[in-house]
């Protein structure tokens, strides 16, 4: 069966077509600025030359219509027929407390996907978008939601419940909910896959490191706590957003700075973080190039990154009592050889010791697997690529196959 994943944002629409009989991509793509001014699409047929169409795009129904046109395509196309789309996986990123895991679409499902757009309001309606457009396209074709907040349902209210009054919580569902689930839960499976070892038995703190970063707990293969919070503003310091901060610096700085409530939320998202602090980059390869030619801002940014992610490891762990696995995964955790071995400096009283020259040799990882402990660490550190489109692929097969 082949299921195509479907990951709708605001302007955009990213696209896989996986055969799941052996799990092999055979086309993947994407479209950008829909509805703006340059719009295009670019489509990816395994095996065949790349296409770009630029050409204007006026909403997500004409998006997803392309993606279609693109994949039958006689001549560019994988396939011959809508007809051999089994399923469409959709991302979506906020599920609330509705969805610890995927389903299956139906109108009780779209609109609690509605009512969770208000925890999520620039990210829940365009995955609506998304899904809409494939039912109008595809009427016949089962779609399926997979949430970024499911896996952490398992959290107990002790993790979940932040200290504010509990109406916040009953009235207004402000609590932790965590992102980056798909990631986590991935990668924690693999984990298990690869070693050979019972997830039930293990003990994991999954680190996605990428422009958004979070760090998970996963107990038993259960998400027991997660960094990033009621929104993904909370937790590790990340590319442009802070992270964990006093709330009362908020208004502090909306007096010394002249900032509103949206310029506030927009500067903590989206002016903050590694960008913020070093003025130099959100590209943990521009702050390392930068750190080496001498500025300290750079080099600082890189260590308020590595201090805090080292914390929540220390505090995972103790919140566990005790971790059998260390994983990194996504852009920076794939790739950043520096970030793996400053973020565990330091835990080897955990019984956590990475193997330097080993790392330094998988800068890249690449698409592999690869331990980076040593054989006397009694903590495994890995290297494990994510890959959220096929994490998609087979909850969505799973529940249509
Ligand atoms: P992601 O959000 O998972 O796609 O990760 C994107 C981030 O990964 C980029 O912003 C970079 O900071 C980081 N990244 C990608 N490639 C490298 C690399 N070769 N070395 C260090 N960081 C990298």
């Known amino acids: 069966m082949n299921i195509l994943v479907i990951n709708a944002g605001s302007s955009s629409v990213k696209y896989q077509l996986i055969e799941m009989t052996q799990t092999k991509v055979i086309a993947k793509g994407g479209i950008e600025r829909i509805g ?16 770009v169409i630029e050409t204007p795009i006026a909403d997500h129904t ?3 219509a392309m993606v279609l046109d693109a994949l039958t395509d006689k001549d560019h196309g994988v396939i011959k027929s809508m007809d051999e789309i089994g399923a469409v996986g959709h991302r979506v990123v906020h599920g609330s407390e509705f969805f610890s895991s995927g389903v299956i679409v139906d109108d009780k499902v779209l609109g609690q996907i509605q009512e969770c757009a208000e925890l999520a309001p620039l990210h829940n309606p365009a995955s609506l978008m998304g899904i809409k457009a494939c039912q109008k396209i595809m009427p016949g074709t089962p779609m399926v939601t997979v949430f970024d907040t499911a896996f952490h349902q398992t959290m107990p209210k002790n993790a979940y419940l932040y200290g504010l009054s509990y109406e916040a919580y009953e009235k207004f569902r402000v609590r ?32 996605h490191l990428g422009n958004g970063s979070s760090v998970c707990a996963v107990d038993g293969g259960k998400s027991v706590d997660t960094s990033m919070g009621f929104t993904p503003l909370e937790g590790l310091v990340m590319g442009t957003r802070s992270g964990d901060i006093d709330p009362a610096i908020v208004p502090f700085l909306m007096n010394k700075m002249h900032m509103n409530l949206d310029e506030t939320i927009t500067y903590l998202n989206k002016q903050c ?33 590595c201090y805090r992610l080292k914390k929540f490891i220390g505090s995972y762990a103790a919140a566990m009592g005790g971790v059998d696995a260390i994983i990194f995964t996504a ?3 794939e790739n950043d050889y520096l970030v793996r071995e400053w973020s565990v400096e330091g835990l080897q009283f955990l019984g956590a010791i990475i193997d330097k020259p080993l790392n330094e040799e998988f800068e890249h990882v690449r698409g592999n ?10 903590v495994d550190i890995w290297c494990i690529p994510t890959n959220e489109e096929l994490a998609i692929a087979k909850e969505t097969y799973a529940l249509c196959k």
């Open 36 to 51: 703006i001014e340059g719009s295009n699409l670019e489509h990816k047929p395994n095996g065949k030359d790349k296409i």
């Open 62 to 64: 004409q998006a997803i």
């Open 176 to 207: 932790k909910y965590g992102f980056h689930g798909t990631s986590h839960k991935f990668v924690a499976e693999r984990y298990a896959e690869i070693t050979g070892k019972k997830i039930e038995d293990l003990k994991l703190i999954t680190c």
């Open 273 to 305: 973080g590694v960008w913020g602090l070093s003025g130099e980059s959100s590209d943990f390869r521009d702050l390392w190039k930068a750190s080496g030619k001498g500025i300290e801002r750079a080099t600082v940014a890189l260590q308020v990154f």
């Open 331 to 333: 852009g920076i955790g």
């Open 369 to 378: 697997d690869v331990k980076l402990s040593t054989e006397d660490s009694t």
